[in-house]
């Protein structure tokens, strides 16, 4: 089945620095993935869609400035957090979904990102 | 906008008991997931309904979806403890660019 890969799986950074989540999809080529924030004990939210060689399109409310969305290549995705607050802490899963199909998303296992 | 509703939030079940949770959604689509969530870790996808009237089958659950009434349902049959987790229902707005989740329903299934 096809297999999506995010590094790290946790971090933990000091407020004002900029970390980067890598989200991989290992066996297939992922034209779309997705970037979502889980906040504890909360449901998933979407924060952005990654299409490879182009913008990322942000959900309403999401800085585009702050989380940097590069979808460079078919099987790698990056989200940048820039200038990180404590606020910022939360659970974030990519989904990669395979080409001409739309009824799937296969979701990676989660970065979880402490700010202190 | 969208809106996905589940219930309950919370249910606390007795092994060997059947049980259902509920997914309403607030406006037309054809499709909806099912997943579970355990504590920690990322979503493990469990069933996907693509059309009204579809009903699949995994073990002790068994999810459903009526487009007409935008209910799915998800049913648990004489629960075990492993099937404690959390469970999320997510409706396809945009033919998978974008799915929306309820809020989940924390399952404990006491022995």
């Not at chain 1, 890969?5 to 999809?25: A, N």
């Not at chain 1, 957090?81 to 802490?89: L, R």
């Given at each position: 089945?096809?297999?999506?890969?995010?590094?790290?799986?946790?971090?933990?950074?000091?407020?004002?620095?900029?970390?980067?989540?890598?989200?991989?999809?290992?066996?297939?080529?992922?034209?779309?993935?997705?970037?979502?924030r889980?906040?504890?004990k909360?449901?998933?939210?979407?924060?952005?869609?990654?299409?490879?060689?182009?913008?990322?399109?942000?959900?309403?409310?999401?800085?585009k400035?702050?989380f940097?969305?590069?979808?460079?290549?078919?099987?790698?995705?990056?989200?940048?957090?820039?200038?990180?607050?404590?606020?910022?802490?939360s659970?974030?899963?990519?989904?990669?979904?395979?080409?001409?199909?739309?009824?799937?998303?296969?979701?990676?296992p989660?970065?979880?990102?402490?700010?202190? | 906008?969208?809106?996905?509703?589940?219930?309950?939030?919370?249910?606390?079940?007795?092994?060997?008991?059947?049980?259902?949770?509920?997914?309403?959604?607030?406006?037309?689509?054809?499709?909806?997931?099912?997943?579970?969530?355990?504590?920690?870790?990322?979503?493990?996808?469990?069933?996907v309904?693509?059309?009204?009237?579809?009903?699949k089958?995994?073990?002790?659950?068994?999810?459903?979806?009526d487009?007409?009434?935008?209910?799915?349902?998800?049913?648990?049959?004489?629960?075990?403890?492993?099937?404690s987790?959390?469970?999320?229902?997510?409706?396809?707005?945009?033919?998978?660019?974008k799915?929306?989740?309820?809020a989940?329903?924390?399952?404990?299934?006491?022995?």
């Amino acid at each position: 089945g096809a297999v999506v890969s995010q590094h790290p799986s946790w971090v933990i950074c000091k407020s004002g620095t900029s970390v980067k989540i890598e989200c991989r999809s290992l066996d297939f080529q992922a034209t779309t993935m997705f970037w979502y924030r889980q906040f504890p004990k909360q449901s998933l939210m979407l924060m952005a869609t990654s299409n490879e060689g182009s913008k990322a399109t942000y959900e309403q409310g999401v800085e585009k400035d702050k989380f940097l969305i590069n979808h460079a290549s078919l099987t790698l995705s990056t989200l940048t957090v820039t200038s990180a607050h404590p606020e910022d802490s939360s659970f974030y899963i990519c989904s990669a979904r395979v080409p001409r199909r739309t009824d799937t998303q296969y979701f990676g296992p989660g970065t979880r990102l402490t700010v202190l | 906008e969208l809106k996905v509703e589940q219930n309950p939030l919370f249910l606390s079940m007795q092994e060997g008991k059947n049980y259902t949770i509920y997914c309403n959604y607030s406006t037309t689509s054809d499709r909806l997931y099912w997943y579970r969530q355990d504590p920690g870790k990322s979503l493990e996808s469990l069933f996907v309904l693509l059309s009204n009237g579809a009903v699949k089958q995994e073990g002790r659950l068994m999810a459903s979806l009526d487009t007409k009434a935008r209910l799915s349902t998800l049913h648990i049959t004489a629960a075990v403890h492993d099937l404690s987790a959390t469970y999320f229902c997510a409706v396809d707005m945009e033919y998978g660019n974008k799915l929306v989740f309820g809020a989940g329903t924390i399952l404990r299934v006491k022995s």
